[in-house]
């Protein structure tokens, strides 16, 4: 029942006619031509549509399975997986060297977003893969690079991220696994990891897992912590499958969505590990992939909200209930389809408006990890890291409410599992909490990043908007319907921000109770910033005598409704944030 | 893992410090003084917490099957059912001379909630029975009443709604299942319905269905349909059980959660039925029921948000995670607890504050329904009708809302089924679809009863905002931190109402589009004013020297974050409302 059509004008919108990307500075932007760029995503949107969505509800009802050691992943993924392993999917945006095809990340974004769409538990086990290759990358030995990354490009081995445990997740200083060195330079690798994605599968040969642990020496806490390689198979000399390695898939968790990637508890029981990057510096390495990470994980907030929109629209044009208050729509059939209904339009109108704005958002915040990599631009790196907690909480939370509206649409068939739209809300769920739940992201948005390196970053972004603001306000239109609510909302940002630097010294209870609705306060403005951007680009086309009008109109008109209705939003988070911690903490832990 | 505590104290305090019930002159009130309010909510208490709430899990886990037409709900459901009926409970507020204990629908109301936060679907079994009670009460024959009713109170026999067809939910005019009139007076019922709770089970030895069916003669859309009793087991005419009737579940739905209530797909093939009512009558006689549903619905939400609550904060406090910003509270643990954290107090005082907002609002509603039954008061009946879309669609939104925070506090622990708060969220979501999907609330508030009658019961809700302000406004603290946002609120309120009086006329899609956030707006209000009164209660409880000061100071805290926190959000309704018709309608069905 779940339909997928890959939105592949709405990204090319964004990527040539608001961040213009051909005309770019970026080394291989200049390559991408709107026809090159069609290639790709017409074949990734028919890869996500006919292969992965397809399999989308399978993956639900069916799960996965744990047999004698061995997981057995939902009917018809493992032919999936050879057909993205063949497409060379994985290796887009990864070097050349390795085998793949140097692609900017950008690019790699917009097709993750597609396959996402179309199934958001089979993408997890080549997106961890492509997650613990950038590790490797980045903090592996030449010959860690040379055994591991081309084999898992092509897919033949995938990867992994082992960082919890049953007692800590965000706290990993409470960690136990334990890592003891070995004569060779190896470690032993002793303990237990819970929640691991994509833990154990039938889909490849080998599994390379990146795994956070204790080795001595390295003093308390987080300090102690260093990152480990631990194959699955051991490597032989030639860099063919050996022995298998002390480590296997305990248990699968069950859980309320995401049933088609299999969540292992994985033991370690004096497994091999080979020390990937410094001594006690894991939790450095760790965070110098979390930007793609959490960037990848707010893409699934809205990808997953894409499709469930998709299916809440074709329902809402095709079931027949009622009549529109203004006059029958469809007079000669037994009611007017749904869509007629003002609430209804409401509802659709809030999903479509979240998602082409958190599309555009996530796509800037791509581009700018470009920058910073491909330019060695500290100032994106900086702007994108403060902006990164943003597109992930935000956009999670968005989307898993767009999902949940989505299925509202349905009425009582939403509700009942044949129909598809349950499982939009349970997967989009999780994109919640992993990664850093979002309490998390907020936490980390007010307490390190908004006064990163001085309030460096958080002025680069006002000033910025700011800027766009003054660039465009010769547009009467586009100032009354996009500039001046972006202004005002803009300046419920700042106020917030001020607030939290005057109060937040002397006590810090006063800025992280307002956090969480600093995090929906910058990530509406974000939002309400793209929008205004995507509206001077839809203008600029339509005076241009564009021949799709309909679609520059469209764009103008759900940008008019986030404007009006959404971005509002604003002034009760700054409400909020400005009421201090007095409501919240008033009530003490033992009066609860 | 899910445990309960039912709330009773905070029961009683809403009950006899707030509605003041014992003082009421509505009949029946005088007995229930607190001691006796506190026998009847301990026992229920205890039935919740022993007997409910360890089967709730278990309902989910195992759900019902079909087996060659007879339903199996899950293990030890049948031994919990036969603890309800023989403790009488289903009898409560329903009349002696049918066996019942006569008590107020307040008293059942309390019952209730205890009863779905312990076990949300192992209750709508004998929810909707006491539905169809009423039903037959209201519109059956002395005959009818006396053949039916007190089998059903006494839970030997249980009853079920038959509306919902594939086709049909809201738009009930679509109806196609038929009533062919038989000589014998009776009709023959045939067609088949879906979503029928409770369709067929293994719980008691008759279903008695309540049908609503087109007989010929009426005309068309909903006006020839008329309501039908049709039992499962035909009564001989001694009462006793006869043969079969031609009516059976032909299917149960796989649903998003209250798994352990079966949902069924009810065949009726020439099925014998009796009509109910007047013959043509059906909606109306619907519609009688109506509130008194949809109040159980709105239980609902902040019922299982309740429980979903209690967990959560068990677990903030026991969970250690992390440091307290403001320094270790827990210096001897390798942690502190969850709670000590400003973003997870938020988030349970969000939770907490609803909850107990909720509850007060929806007791004062069945104060209201008590008061129009038992002194034919019109205008309790006009106020309550007013609110009771209200009350249903904001509290189940607000409900599952809270339910999905209550997930949160528990990390990635939150998403595993295992951990029971998955549940929670599951089944809290089907309370913003049935009953009337909240859209439909919304439109029922906005295009019906705010101008029911010239308006004149929203007038007379506005004039009570107004009077208890005005009446209260000389304590200096009350006024400043409650008051005084409650009159910024209910401002919101008109204002927006005045606006749909203004716009609607001339443009219906004006008002419709802004519909759902008028309902919301509409919903903070009353909890604002509910937490309004239950502040001033709590405070003349101190000022008397109240034992427990501990528990009243709680309660002016929590109020305290409503109204400084939650209670803000009506301005942003109101500014989406004020947007009019525009943003949401200007992008033609065609152009989505």
Redesign the interface.
């Known amino acids: 029942m779940q339909n997928y059509t890959a939105p592949t004008k709405d990204a090319q919108f964004v990527l040539h006619e608001v961040l213009e990307i051909s005309k770019s500075d970026i080394p291989g932007y200049a390559d991408l031509d709107r026809d090159f760029t069609d290639a790709i995503f017409d074949a990734a949107g028919k890869v996500s549509s006919e292969i992965l969505a397809p399999l989308n509800a399978v993956g639900d009802t069916e799960g996965c399975h744990l047999e004698n050691g061995v997981v057995r992943t939902p009917k018809g993924f493992k032919q999936a997986f050879e057909a993205v392993k063949e497409g060379g999917w994985n290796g887009l945006d990864l070097p050349e060297e390795y085998g793949g095809q140097g692609l900017p990340y950008l690019v790699g974004t917009v097709v993750g977003e597609f396959f996402v769409s179309g199934n958001m538990a089979f993408n997890m086990y080549q997106g961890l893969t492509h997650g613990a290759i950038g590790a490797i990358l980045t903090h592996g030995t030449d010959e860690q690079k040379t055994a591991y990354v081309p084999k898992m490009l092509s897919l033949e081995w995938t990867g992994t991220m082992n960082l919890?445990e049953a007692?800590?997740?965000?706290?990993l200083?409470?960690m136990r696994t334990k890592a003891e060195p070995q004569k060779d330079g190896s470690y032993k690798i002793t303990g237990e990891k819970?929640?691991i994605s994509s833990g154990e599968h039938d889909l490849a040969e080998n599994i390379i897992h990146l795994v956070l642990a204790k080795a001595p020496g390295g003093g308390e806490g987080t300090k102690g912590i260093s990152l480990f390689l631990v194959p699955k198979f051991m490597l032989k000399a030639d860099g063919s499958l050996g022995a298998r390695n002390a480590v296997a898939c305990g248990k699968l968790?069950?859980?309320?969505?995401i049933h088609g990637n299999s969540t292992c508890v994985m033991n370690f029981d004096g497994a091999t590990g080979y020390l990937l990057g410094d001594l006690h510096k894991g939790m450095r390495a760790m965070f110098t992939m979390m930007n793609e990470a959490r960037l990848g994980v707010g893409l699934q907030g809205y990808s997953v909200a894409e499709i469930a929109y998709q299916n809440a629209?074709a329902y809402a044009?095709d079931r027949?209930?009622?009549r529109a208050?203004?006059g029958a729509?469809n007079p000669d059939g037994?009611?007017d389809?749904l869509?007629?209904?003002?609430?209804?339009?409401?509802?659709?109108?809030e999903q479509?408006s979240f998602v082409e704005g958190a599309r555009a958002f996530t796509y800037w915040a791509a581009e700018l990890i470009d920058r910073s990599h491909r330019l060695n631009d500290e100032d994106a790196e900086g702007l994108v890291s403060l902006m990164i907690p943003v597109l992930k909480g935000f956009q999670t939370d968005k989307g898993?409410e767009a999902a949940?509206n989505a299925?509202?649409v349905y009425?009582?068939?939403?509700?009942?599992?044949?129909q598809g739209m349950?499982q939009f809300?349970?997967d989009a769920?999780?994109a919640?909490?992993?990664e850093g739940?979002?309490?998390v992201q907020?936490?980390d948005l007010v307490?390190r990043k908004i006064g990163q390196d001085g309030g460096k970053y958080a002025m680069a972004f006002f000033g910025l908007v700011k800027d766009f603001i003054k660039e465009n306000e010769g547009d009467a239109a586009l100032k009354a319907q996009f500039l001046d609510p972006l202004k005002a909302a803009s300046k419920d940002l700042q106020a917030a921000s001020m607030f939290f630097v005057e109060k937040g010294m002397k006590n810090?209870?006063a800025a992280?109770?307002g956090?969480?609705d600093f995090m929906h306060l910058f990530g509406h403005v974000c939002l309400g910033l793209m929008w205004a951007r995507m509206a001077k680009a839809a203008q600029a086309a339509l005076a241009a005598g564009a021949e799709d009008a309909?679609f520059y109109?469209?764009k103008l008109?759900?940008g008019?409704?986030y404007m009006?209705?959404q971005l509002?939003?604003t002034?009760?988070h700054l409400?909020?944030i400005l009421?201090g911690?007095?409501?919240?903490?008033?009530?003490g832990?033992e009066?609860?």
């Open positions: 919890t007692h800590c997740g965000t706290d200083g409470l819970i929640f968790e069950e859980k309320m969505g629209l044009k027949l209930q009622g208050v203004t729509e037994p009611a389809p869509i007629v209904h003002p609430d209804i339009r409401r509802n659709l109108m479509k898993f949940v299925q509202q009425g009582g068939h939403g509700y009942i599992e044949e349950s809300a349970r769920r999780i919640m909490i992993y739940a979002n309490g907020a936490l307490g810090p209870n992280l109770a956090a969480y309909a109109e469209a008109a759900t008019r409704f009006a209705r509002p939003a002034a009760l409400t909020r009421s911690d007095d409501p919240v903490m008033a009530l832990a009066a609860f």
